[in-house]
């Protein structure tokens, strides 16, 4: 095929992108992680799939960067997982080592690739991914709003016994807490949901939302989300490979828009195949702006904290 996406880190999130990303034939995958067989061994696996599910994707397994070369994405997962009782941010001292040391290996071997962040705390990872490329800012992107508008989505659909084809949904802001759900932008076949049911369920769907990765690892136990998560990275890799052009909330690294400077936070952007083509600025409520500052401002404690690690 002539587009190559590498995926860092061949656990749940990352073998299931590979997975994803092969079976839509998309492009030729390279999976990479440290643990030596683990992604030979799972790009094998796919490979053995590839005759049933009727695709001709090339999967590649390696322990070393090599194979990377002149990739056109690169999905960056790799880290350790939230484990219950943690919370996103607790993951930053860990994750900011690793997430700088394979940006660093990936970008200077393909480095015209854009980079979708996936690896957690999702916000603060981009700030250290971009400071590690030195790529321009519409070539790193964070894979936060699309994963929980999914889930905002699904929970609507559940909610009012519809299909999730007919749900629309957007969330804004850092992929945590802080999140802002905007129950005005989300529909259902165009219909407002602010229409279809009374506030009380729609503060209940904005709350599952803010805690859908939480509830995830509460009932998991041992481990997090991840067919989602890679549903997600595979859906803003498709629209980058394809040049689809589609309007996605995803971290962006703001120079002005929504009132914010130097941070990444969730926004709807068109993605095309120059990464992040255009930053869509839509009109908020007072109540809205006050909760997008609010998450902004959490984003900016997770930057000022990266400022004092040694990683």
């Known amino acids: 095929m002539d587009k190559k996406v590498t995926v860092i880190g061949a656990g749940n999130v990352g073998a ?3 997975q994803r990303l092969a079976e839509k034939e998309l492009c030729d995958v390279v999976l990479v992680d440290i643990i030596e067989g683990v992604p030979q061994g799972k790009a094998l696996d796919l490979a053995e799939a590839a005759p049933i599910e009727k695709h001709d994707a090339h999967l590649v397994g390696t322990n070393a960067y090599d194979a990377s070369a002149d990739s056109d994405i690169v999905i960056i997962t790799a880290g350790i997982p939230r484990k219950p009782g943690m919370s996103r941010d607790d993951l930053l001292t860990t994750n900011a080592g ?3 040391k394979v ?3 990936v970008a200077s071997r393909s480095p015209n690739a854009t980079l979708i962040i996936v690896s957690n705390p999702l916000d603060a990872m981009c700030h250290v991914a971009f400071d590690a490329s030195r790529f ?3 070539r790193v992107i964070g894979m936060a709003g ?3 508008s999914a889930r905002f989505r699904a929970f609507i659909a559940m909610e ?3 299909s999730v084809e007919n749900t629309h949904a957007f969330v804004l802001g850092g992929h945590g807490d802080t999140m802002v759900p ?3 932008y989300s529909s259902v076949a165009g219909i407002p949901i602010t229409e279809l049911m009374p506030p009380e369920r729609i503060e209940a769907l904005v709350k599952r939302t803010r805690n859908g990765g939480a509830e995830i690892v509460s009932l998991l136990k041992t481990g997090s989300a991840y067919y989602a998560p890679a ?3 595979v859906e803003m890799a498709e629209s980058i490979l394809k040049d689809k052009k589609k309007i996605l909330p995803c971290a962006a690294c703001l120079e002005g828009e929504y009132g914010i400077k130097g941070l990444f936070i969730g926004v709807p952007v068109k993605l095309g195949a120059g990464g992040i083509e255009q930053v869509i600025e839509i009109k908020l409520t007072s109540d809205e702006n006050a909760a997008l500052q609010k998450s902004a401002a959490a984003v900016q404690e997770l930057k000022s904290a990266l400022a004092k690690l040694k990683y």
Do not use: H, Y
Request: aromatic share 0%; glycine share 0%; hydrophobic share 45%.
């Open 16 to 18: 299931t992108a590979a």
């Open 98 to 100: 690793i997430v700088k």
């Open 103 to 105: 940006t660093q290996e």
């Open 136 to 138: 321009p800012k519409q």
């Open 146 to 148: 699309v994963l929980d």
């Open 160 to 162: 009012l016994n519809v």
């Open 182 to 184: 905007l129950p005005r």
């Open 231 to 233: 549903s997600a990275a």
